[in-house]
């Protein structure tokens, strides 16, 4: 299928349900006075159907044409099955003729990331849209929708990896226009709940979400990578365990040192969170960073050095585990080979050093750091790179 990112200009759409639930009436009328040749006949009917009204190709040796006039003649073809068999298309005309039904047809959009209020004009299409004319029998109608399932008691959810999925305000490509209506940046410290669920026509789930207190979001893929089913557990509390003795503080980035910028590979506004363990002595024995990518890192530290350091996979499942004493003196990063993760790397420093331990992410849009301070204090830094196009927080933030 291709990635088409474009802007729209004209009506703003305005998306009340699931496609299953259309109205497949053609509601307006237009124009008769669209010149057609002997092949199309002449317009006795025409009429602006539903585009949220889909269609896949019925017929692979059809082509589509510029226009009615040139319908049929080999210089006026502008696409075959074998370029557009993957698409979903909509009608934006009906012409019925003296010799049968002819669409006008565009292709089904995915946007960019257009925020909570959507593309404010997207009646246009872009040129990549706009397929051609073709015979009304050389197309089926489709559900995009195959099913749809209200939850009898919400589902519970946390974010696992905010970046790998977003929120959207359809299921992709299930209406003629699709687009980014929200990130997990500011979710992914908090219960998430799903109501609802559809099936696309390729079989794909998609879940709506909502906070607890009822807000509603948006639909996202359902996807245990990006999601967890279950209840959403603070990580000091689920993997630093204070003990009686011990005291835990916990310490958040603030949203305006996050830069309240948005991005399509990383989650720059996700404030980086800091818990300092100290035993009965007052000394620091643990530290826990959750970085820029929801990425959990946890060191323990002796007299001031680190002797262990654990880097948690995005389900909360320990993945690296360090105990060599010449990386936890130096420093450690964690990274796939050949997926396209963030980097996780820990950077440790003498007890000289008023520093106790720095926590690293490197991104594709931007890098953040955490710093530990021997004293409890704790520097947070989310810096995006030169030349990355960035969007508003606002777009995108449901607070």
Partial sequence: MKSRIFLFLGLALVVAGCASNVNSGENATASMFVPTNSKVGQI???????????????NKKLHFYR?????????????????????????????????????????????????????????????????????????????TVHDVKTY?????????????????????????????????????????????EVTRYNGSHYIFLERANGQKLGWTFKNSKSLVA??????????????????MTKKVQSNRSTGNRVTTNESLSMPQRAYILRDKQHHIAKALVT?????????????????????YTYRRKPWKTITNRKKLRTHYQ???????????????????NPKLVTVITYGYDGMATTTVYRSGRVKFNTHKYKHIMTYPLSSF???
């Fill in 44 to 58: 006795k009917k025409s009429t602006v159907p539903n585009i949220d009204v889909a269609y896949k190709i019925a």
């Fill in 67 to 143: 226009s009615l006039k040139v319908f049929g003649d080999k210089s006026g073809v502008s696409a075959y099955y074998v370029t557009e068999r993957g698409e979903t298309f909509g009608a934006t005309n009906k012409y019925v003729t003296s010799k049968g039904t002819f669409y006008h047809m565009v292709t089904y959009e995915s946007g960019g990331f257009e925020g909570v209020h959507g593309p404010q004009t997207i009646d246009n299409f872009s040129d990549f849209a706009d397929v051609g004319y073709v015979k009304a029998s050389d197309m089926k109608r489709i559900k």
């Fill in 152 to 196: 009898k008691h919400k589902r519970p959810y946390y974010v696992a990896d905010p970046n790998i999925h977003r929120i959207w305000n359809q299921p992709p490509y299930t209406v003629h226009y699709t687009y980014i209506s929200g990130v997990f940046d500011r979710l992914a410290a908090e219960q998430l709940y799903a109501t609802k």
């Fill in 230 to 247: 279950g209840k959403y557990r603070d990580p000091g509390k689920q993997f630093l365990k204070p003990k009686k003795h011990e005291t």
């Fill in 291 to 311: 970085g820029m990518d929801n990425r959990i890192s946890k060191i323990n530290f002796h007299k001031g050095q680190a002797t262990k350091l654990t880097v």
């Fill in 334 to 352: 964690a990274g796939h080979l050949f997926l396209q993760t963030d980097n996780a790397r820990a950077n440790f420093y003498s007890v000289k």
């Fill in 397 to 399: 933030n449901f607070k």
